[in-house]
């Protein structure tokens, strides 16, 4: 069964330093993994996807998150914090079943950002 | 092209009542999905339906949660008889495809007094 750890619950940056949010993933595939935003009572946004092409892919906002399978990790990054960045994220893996043949996605625990001026 | 729409944003039942969540899926996609967030948690996966089909009902609690996606209309998330554990977030995601990309609605917040 595929599984999703992030390794930190709350990270705390100030405004303009770099970022680094952290995923490990556990799969029997080549997984799809995706990193989902979460804003303050608001919905979930898709930052970016990884679907086995590019290792390093490029997310909206700056953001950006690099496939490293001897690691089986998927990091989340941006060089540089804003304010707007203060938010729930979740480190997501994909699932495809045979039966049905659909993606049950599979969500971390989350990582609360905040950010400091 | 409006996102995926749920209504209500906000819902408070009294333990007992039944509570009817709305899930609205973007234009052209017929594959609908409910996940529950508990406080402090990420979100748990419930079920999966297509048009007047439910795939994949792994994720919901046996008794009191059923759900449907009939050919007209929105998708519907109903808990009979709730109880406090239910208060959670409620989200609908939505794809054209069975592997596509979801995208996800703002949410439904549960509070069951």
């Known amino acids: 069964a595929q599984s999703v750890t992030q390794l930190d619950s709350h990270v705390s940056v100030s405004e303009g330093t770099p970022v680094l949010l952290r995923c490990n993933y556990s799969s029997s595939y080549s997984p799809s993994l995706f990193w989902y935003v979460q804003h303050p009572n608001k919905g979930l946004q898709l930052l970016l996807k990884?679907?086995?092409?590019?290792?390093l892919v490029k997310g909206i906002n700056g953001f950006e998150a690099e496939f490293k399978k001897s690691e089986t990790s998927f990091h989340l990054t941006k060089p540089s914090a804003h304010m707007s960045d203060a938010a729930e994220y979740f480190c997501v893996v994909s699932e495809t079943l045979t039966s049905g043949g659909y993606n049950k996605l599979i969500f971390g625990a989350g990582t609360r950002l905040a950010v400091h001026p | 092209n409006a996102g995926v729409m749920q209504n209500p944003r906000h819902l408070v039942r009294r333990r007992g009542q039944e509570a009817r969540l709305r899930c609205s899926p973007m234009?052209?996609?017929?594959?609908v999905y409910w996940y529950r967030q508990l406080p402090e948690e990420g979100l748990k996966f419930m079920v999966y339906?297509?048009?007047?089909?439910?795939?994949?009902e792994s994720g919901m609690p046996k008794e009191r949660f059923s759900a449907e996606f009939p050919k007209e209309g929105p998708s519907i998330l109903r808990i009979q008889q709730v109880v406090r554990g239910d208060s959670a977030a409620y989200f609908c995601?939505?794809?054209?495809?069975?592997?596509?990309?979801?995208?996800f609605g703002p949410g439904t917040r549960l509070t069951v007094l």
């Open positions: 234009k052209g996609h017929s594959h």
């Open positions: 339906l297509q048009k007047e089909n439910i795939i994949d």
């Open positions: 990884y679907t086995s092409a590019a290792t």
């Open positions: 995601a939505s794809s054209p495809a069975p592997t596509d990309t979801q995208y």
